[in-house]
């Protein structure tokens, strides 16, 4: 099933779902000897990055620098759609909010800081809403 690209159905459709827990990005030069689960990670020449929760990150004495919390746009997105997430990250921006987004094959995750959950979540329902009345 291919995923939506249409930019107004993707702001309209995003139903964006605040993820319990707490989330930091981690580096590790090689994860042998460590047991952990995480939800994602990325390979760079520098390390590996893993997105973890907290609970892990400090169990396992990871550093990291910020606390995110993770919402999941619900929408089924294309790999290919344009625009989507540079919409959402405008977005958030003008209100000086952050966004790291993961990408997956069905659905966009956006990581924003602890503090800013709240807002950002607002802030995505109401950029919603205004793509209602342009929809195609």
Excluded: W
Excluded at 16 to 34: A, K, M, N
Aim: overall charge negative; some cysteine.
């Amino acid at each position: 099933m291919a995923g939506e690209t249409n930019l107004t159905r993707l702001l309209l459709s995003m139903q964006p779902i605040l993820r319990e827990g707490e989330y930091v990005f981690c580096t590790l030069p090689d994860p042998s000897g460590h047991d952990l689960d995480p939800i994602g990670f990325f390979k760079e020449e520098e390390g590996l990055t893993l997105i973890l929760s907290r609970s892990q990150a400090e169990a396992a004495g990871l550093p990291y620098s910020a606390v995110f919390t993770m919402i999941t746009l619900s929408v089924h997105s294309s790999l290919e759609a344009v625009g989507f997430l540079a919409a959402i990250a405008t977005r958030l921006a003008s209100h000086g909010i952050s966004v790291n987004p993961v990408s997956a094959f069905y659905h966009d995750h956006l990581f924003v800081p602890m503090a800013q959950a709240e807002t950002a979540i607002a802030l995505l329902h109401k950029l919603a809403a205004e793509n209602s009345t342009s929809s195609p």
